[in-house]
């Protein structure tokens, strides 16, 4: 069994928490947060230890792994010491908000030669993964552009208060949106964003954060295309991130639940038709141990529990990626403000 | 419970299979009446039992029912609850306690108050059951037989292993509502398994069952294994149709070869898929008894 303590439960933390109580092969041993109503929660009704301070919580359950689940500004000293500690790290998104902190989690967790993951869940998607096999496998030819999008109806009026409106603790459209649209282009186009161009980032209803985020992404390969977020659209249910990649021999288009590919040419071995092909969720979506908010965050956690395991990496949204991902957000927050 | 059950997905965009026709349902069902509509042409077709979600705009739907007393006399009504967007929407917005402040009745920081005393005393049970009282609420007057616990509570509080508050509410539910409790879940198997060994009794389970095992978390075999077996509980079927990738007839002839499944859930919106549907349903259900005779 791989003991497992976390610290942070919010609606993230929490939603981790069950997970890994439900996962076979480990034993969540501790918590820790600073609420007093969490506490008693669970205090009264579960065996989960419950910390308020998770330097005592490391050293007292000595766990094999740290769910770091807490504000990003706080990710640095946890998954620092947790490293330093032995124990294996998976860290919430955003992952840092300076480089400076990313920087060292990276080179931590190179140091102790510990399994890392940010908890990008988009890349176990179904249709976001069958996506990424078919652009490796090059079916829509030399892809010549781009648009990476998302929205959802997260503020919606003009009111501050928590951490996603405060800009020093990670809060922000480009931090909670952005930075998954970001992290899938990487993922799905296989080539790490290296620059941005004029980028917008308007504030709509937030006084101190950035509600929406347009900008030029130009990858490394040399593709180029659009970013289009929204927090402050309740047009949609709930959050809704959907990408178009357009190629010379056909175009893709990839949201959660829906993968439509057009190729310009029937392709057999493939079992594609000539023109529009369409692939549902079901279909792509493995079963897993444990469903509680959708097989993406079973199969994340699995990911990283596997690894542990196996004693290996899988390259799966590391530190390290996700710090490439942090440096985009800088490079659009530094953007905007020249433009 | 009815063998034909009418789910309200449809109505509050949730498509499971595209962000699109999500959209498009949205747009359909934007007044109250047109949901109603349906209601009126499941009726037509028989089916009298609507499974829905605590969402406001039910409240709405029923406040039309209530002008209609003797129209809608044989309606049942299978609360699920919470409405779960709500509340994720409060904590973010409010915090854990501006939560409990803004939707249990009463001043929960009044000590004299029982919704006060138990926040004091951090009694859970007694939270749930005042927080249970605000979502029943808007049924009042109706007829609810069987009450829904929804399955990201259900199977969020079994990761947890939080086994006394799924105890507490089936008790309260019996109790205080005279009706069913009854649990939808993505993981039926572990879920039979809790209940059986935290005795509650013959449980009504829902869950996601169809011919492909999409949303049958651990395995399809074992899902298949337990609607065989002899255990003690009454399975709910949704997602028949695997969010449409299944045509009607394979789907429903997938479901209706286990007779232990006492009941069907699916969202529909037109007279001619309701009635497709609820036909199915039951001449499948038919044929395969008679097989097993």
Redesign the interface.
């Known amino acids: 069994m791989i003991k497992v303590a976390i610290i942070g439960l919010g609606k993230m933390g929490m939603s981790h928490c069950a997970i890994l109580g439900a996962h076979p092969d480990v034993e969540l041993v501790a918590m820790c947060d600073p609420d007093g109503l969490l506490q008693s929660a669970f205090k009264k009704l579960t065996k989960i230890a419950c910390y308020t301070d998770y330097k005592r919580m490391i050293e007292e359950t000595k766990p094999d792994a740290v769910y770091v689940v807490a504000p990003t500004k706080l990710h640095e000293e946890m998954v620092v010491y947790a490293l330093e500690h032995g124990c294996h790290v998976f860290c919430e998104k955003p992952f840092s908000l300076t480089e400076k902190d990313g920087k060292i989690m990276v080179d931590a967790a190179k140091k102790y030669n510990k399994v890392n993951q940010v908890g990008y869940h988009n890349r176990f998607i179904g249709t976001f993964v069958e996506a990424k096999r078919m652009m490796d496998a090059g079916l829509i030819g030399k892809p010549f552009h781009f648009m990476g999008e998302a929205y959802g109806p997260v503020v919606l009026k003009s009111k501050g208060g928590t951490w996603r409106s405060d800009k020093r603790a990670g809060g922000g459209c480009v931090m909670d949106y952005a930075a998954h649209v970001l992290n899938l282009v990487n993922f799905v186009c296989g080539s790490p964003i290296v620059k941005v161009a004029g980028t917008s980032m308007p504030s709509i209803f937030s006084a101190e954060v950035d509600d929406a985020v347009y900008s030029t992404l130009i990858l490394e390969n040399g593709l180029k295309g659009q970013l289009s977020v929204c927090w402050s659209d309740d047009t949609v249910r709930k959050m809704t991130t959907s990408l178009k990649i357009e190629g010379d021999k056909g175009n893709l288009f990839i949201d959660a639940t829906t993968l439509k590919i057009y190729v310009k040419e029937e392709n057999k071995a493939e079992g594609l038709e000539k023109g529009w092909n369409e692939k549902y969720i079901p279909e792509l979506t493995p079963i897993v141990f444990f469903n509680l908010r959708g097989e993406e965050y079973s199969e994340e956690t699995d990911h990283f529990i596997q690894c542990i395991k196996q004693q290996k990496m899988f390259h799966c949204n590391t530190f390290e990626e996700a710090f490439k991902t942090d440096q985009i957000i800088n490079a659009l927050m530094e953007d905007s403000n020249n433009g | 419970m009815d063998k034909v059950i009418l789910g309200d997905n449809q109505f ?9 026709r ?2 498009a349902q ?1 747009v359909r069902f934007k007044e109250d009446q047109s949901i109603l509509d349906v209601l009126n042409t499941a009726k037509d077709c028989g089916v009298n039992t609507f499974m829905c979600t605590t969402h406001d705009r039910i409240a709405n739907i029923i406040a039309l029912i209530k002008k209609n007393p003797e129209k809608y006399k044989d309606l049942k009504f299978h609360p699920c609850m919470p409405y779960a ?1 709500k509340y ?1 929407n409060a ?3 409010l ?3 501006g939560t409990l402040k803004a939707y249990i009745p009463g001043n929960i920081l009044a000590v004299a108050s029982k919704a006060g005393i138990a926040y004091v005393r ?1 009694d ?1 049970p007694t939270l749930m059951e005042l927080l249970i009282d605000a979502e029943m609420k808007m049924f009042d007057g109706m007829n609810t037989p069987v009450i829904f616990l929804q399955n ?1 509570i259900v ?11 799924f105890v507490h509410y089936a008790e309260y539910i019996k109790n205080k509502y005279n009706a069913e409790p009854g649990f939808i879940t ?2 039926m198997p ?1 879920m039979v398994d809790m209940c059986e060994r935290l005795g509650i009794k013959n449980p009504i389970i829902c869950s996601s069952i169809n011919k ?9 075999e074992e899902y298949e294994e337990y609607l065989r077996s002899d255990k003690e509980f009454r399975p709910m079927a949704m997602q028949c149709l ?4 299944l045509n009607p007839q394979e789907a429903m002839g997938y479901v209706c070869q286990f007779p232990k499944i006492e009941s069907v859930l699916f969202g529909a919106s037109s007279k001619a898929h309701i009635q497709q549907n609820k036909d199915l349903i039951e001449q499948l259900s038919a044929e395969a008894l008679k097989k097993m005779k």
């Open positions: 509050f965009g949730v498509n499971h299979l595209s962000d699109e999500s959209r949205a967007h994720a904590v973010t917005e915090g854990i306690v951090k859970f990201v199977d969020l509080l079994m990761g947890l292993g939080m086994d006394e508050l993505m993981n572990r492909i095992g999409f949303r049958m978390s651990g395995s399809i695997a969010a449409g990738a």
